[in-house]
């Protein structure tokens, strides 16, 4: 759900400006699933929650007690002006935040996101939809944001936590009391979640439903919750803690509005740096920074212990390099008390830093402040830098494609940035557009997005393994990738293996890679992971190779066929046949091995494997058409043909539509073998098993008593089964 408030400097509430950045948004973060993180697509849905305008009042009197105020034309009257820069910016938010009608917004904030989310779930999108919701709300409405989420009645609590990490006291501080050093720092926030301010409001609006993260850009929240400390006549107040696991706060280091959330709740970050964000054109799937509280903590052991008084501050101003954060790295334990640790993790908002810098360009210092906020605004709904890192934070992009374990993805990262492409002309082909972004003041590159591919390998054991991938770009294939290195890495022990490295190839003159695995490298029975890193711009397409016993049993569907109750799945989102998930669930957990085929060209095979994914279908392995296909029934039967004469396979069972039972009887299937969804013509009747009632009766056939066989020979014990997802997809993405 996107919180948008707009910017502090908006007067007025523009609909139109806010569902263009809501459009602009989601179409970036299409852009960016689709490109580096493939699994993620279908599985992100954007919801706009409008919010009121607040900054009018607080704008209006700043500006007309501006010394030039009266430098305002006559025509700019009907709404506030900034036309200098000698308005505090930043005290905008503080007088918005404290007016008598500032309440009465938030209520209307969360009946607002109340309300979307009811509609979300009652959509054919959001049936059954009980996954996460998170929150990223912009400068104003990461403030009206947080007071929704915070408005949650829990009893107060009077313990050593009243107090910051650096005090270690546990002394409810007075004026009097403590040493000097406390009284330095910042009291830190309480677990509990009462709004501030708002305890004589008798009607409470809250949210109906729980929030994950909580993302803010540009926000000057911690001015606001500064402020109303300060404005406490309680000096031990708790700054309430918003009923998220994690808060993200992005910002850029000359916003003149944002502020940095870690000083607040404890003094002491403000001599650690905040995270900087990778930037996505050199390091799309990040570049593996710390960024968990403990290892701050085990990285920074002089900053808290106990008993130690803050260091110099210019020795901790310096950002650490990866280097150094890996050389100091050791024991926690060793360094750092338990105490002061888990003082400090309970009062933290989440486990991860707060605090994340995005890259800014040198070139903005020379723009006047009061039109930074607008620029920063614009740009954090289409940066890329933003997108991934929330991707990151979304998916753990785990590789627990067969058992119960995850596999961090983020684990696999490749070894070095970008490399120069082999060919100039690669470059010149890849980007096709040079675009500049609001007021001149960011230039991007916007690259056309890649469509690589490749078929799932099935090899019976003793017969050489073969990876083959083509790399192109665009969905329609405009462009080739030729005479690129391309990285090639397969996973042993999945899901908990690690990622090894096999080899560096070429692409050829048709953007394909066919690897012959070397012979003392030959896997044995099992299915493995594969990933082809492209050099150049770190682009990739994850596939399997499965190794099989000789008589291994499957059961084939055609997707086309079996699934879908429309024509297109390319297109618009095509209905499932009611109970297809579960049919093809029960023969996977009957230990059989499944296949999906399809004659469709490989160039949309991203899109209908998300499909696939999206609709929680079991993990099986695919193939497509090389390329289109002028007799695409055939290439299904030769592609079956060969896994029964040259890898062994037992084809048990086999699902498509009329127009598979010829490819099924083709392979010398009986018609007790093959199952039909669909309307079927009286001559083909005959050669097939039609499911008139459809898949939800079938099922209660296979279910009953002698319905079905468990699969037989040792293919059941070598090949894992997967859960629901297909290449590249995991558990933790799908709509649960």
């Not at 723009?367 to 920063?376: Q, R, Y």
Request: with cysteine.
């Amino acid at each position: 759900m996107v919180v948008h408030g707009g910017s502090v400097l908006d007067a007025n509430v523009d609909l139109t400006a806010k569902k263009s950045d809501i459009t602009t948004f989601r179409g970036a973060f299409e852009s960016v699933m689709r490109q580096h993180y493939p699994s993620m697509v279908g599985h992100v849905s954007v919801k706009f929650v409008a919010c009121p305008s607040i900054c009018t009042e607080g704008l209006g009197i700043l500006s007309s007690l501006s010394p030039y105020s009266f430098d305002v034309s006559p025509s700019c009257m009907d709404a506030p002006q900034v036309t200098h820069d000698t308005i505090p910016i930043g005290a905008i938010p503080l007088l918005a935040s404290s007016s008598s009608d500032y309440q009465d917004a938030v209520s209307r904030v969360v009946l607002a996101a109340n309300q979307v989310y009811h509609d979300f779930v009652k959509s054919e999108e959001g049936k059954g939809f009980i996954g996460q919701i998170c929150f990223v709300s912009d400068s104003v409405g990461s403030i009206l944001a947080y007071d929704a989420l915070s408005r949650a009645t829990q009893h107060s609590r009077q313990s050593s936590e009243n107090s910051i990490l650096e005090g270690g006291s546990g002394q409810q501080g007075n004026d009097n009391g403590g040493n000097a050093e406390d009284a330095k720092h910042l009291s830190a926030p309480s677990p509990r979640r009462r709004s501030s301010g708002t305890s004589d409001n008798p009607h409470h609006n809250k949210l109906d439903f729980e929030v994950g993260d909580f993302f803010t850009f540009g926000s000057p929240l911690s001015l606001v919750l500064a402020y109303r400390k300060t404005a406490s006549a309680d000096r031990n107040r708790f700054i309430p803690r918003p009923l998220v696991n994690q808060v993200y706060n992005l910002f850029h280091p000359t916003d003149p509005v944002a502020a940095r959330l870690e000083p607040l709740i404890s003094a002491r970050f403000s001599l650690i740096p905040p995270v900087n964000i990778a930037r996505y054109q050199k390091y799309p799937l990040g570049n593996g920074q710390p960024y968990h509280l403990l290892e701050t903590i085990q990285t920074n052991p002089q900053l808290f212990a106990d008993g130690l008084n803050i260091p110099n501050i210019q020795m901790h101003l310096r950002r650490l390099s990866d280097i150094s954060l890996q050389s100091t790295m050791s024991g926690i334990i060793d360094n750092v008390p338990l105490q002061a640790v888990s003082a400090l993790t309970q009062k933290w908002w989440g486990t991860k830093r707060l605090d994340y810098a995005l890259y800014c360009p040198e070139g903005l210092a020379n723009f006047p402040t009061n039109a930074l906020p607008h620029l920063f605004h614009a740009s954090y709904w289409e940066s890329s830098d933003v997108i991934a890192f929330i991707l990151r934070q979304l998916g753990r992009f785990d590789l627990s494609l067969l058992g119960n374990e995850d596999k961090d993805l983020t684990s696999f990262r490749p070894g070095q940035p970008r490399e120069k492409w082999n060919k100039k002309r690669t470059s010149v082909k890849l980007k096709i557009s040079l675009c500049c972004i609001a007021y001149s003041y960011i230039d991007t590159f916007q690259n056309v997005a890649a469509n690589h591919r490749a078929n799932d390998v099935i090899v019976r054991e003793g017969a050489p393994q073969v990876l083959v991938a083509r790399f192109m770009y665009s969905p329609i294939d405009m462009i080739t990738l030729t005479g690129e290195k391309v990285d090639i890495h397969i996973m042993k022990d999945a899901p908990a293996g690690e990622w090894t490295y096999l080899s560096t190839e070429v692409t050829d003159k048709n953007g394909r890679i066919i690897y012959k695995i070397p012979e003392d490298k030959t896997l044995g029975y099992g299915l493995y992971p594969v990933k082809m890193v492209v050099r150049g711009d770190h682009t990739s397409v994850d596939f399997f190779i499965t190794v099989i016993p000789p008589r291994t049993e499957c059961v084939v569907f055609s997707i086309d066929g079996s699934f879908a109750a429309s024509r297109s799945v390319s297109g618009k989102d095509p209905k499932v046949w009611a109970g297809a998930v579960d049919v093809v669930r029960h023969w996977q957990e009957l230990g059989y091995l499944i296949i999906y085929i399809t004659a469709r060209p490989d160039m949309q095979q991203q899109t209908v494997v998300s499909w696939l994914s999206q609709h929680n279908f079991p993990h099986g392995l695919v193939s497509f058409a090389d390329g289109l296909s002028r007799d695409p029934l055939a290439h299904k039967a030769a592609y079956l043909n060969k896994l029964v004469k040259e890898h062994g396979m037992i084809i048990h069972q086999a699902y498509g539509s009329e127009k598979d039972i010829s490819v099924y009887t083709a392979i010398n299937l009986k018609p007790s073998q093959i199952f039909i969804i669909g309307k079927v013509s009286k001559k083909h009747q005959a050669l097939a098993t039609i499911l008139y009632d459809g898949y939800a009766a079938h099922l209660s056939t296979l279910q009953a008593h002698g319905g079905s066989r468990p699969a037989q020979g040792n293919a059941r014990m070598v090949i894992p089964r997967g859960q629901f997802g297909l290449p590249g997809q995991n558990t933790s993405l799908r709509r649960r």
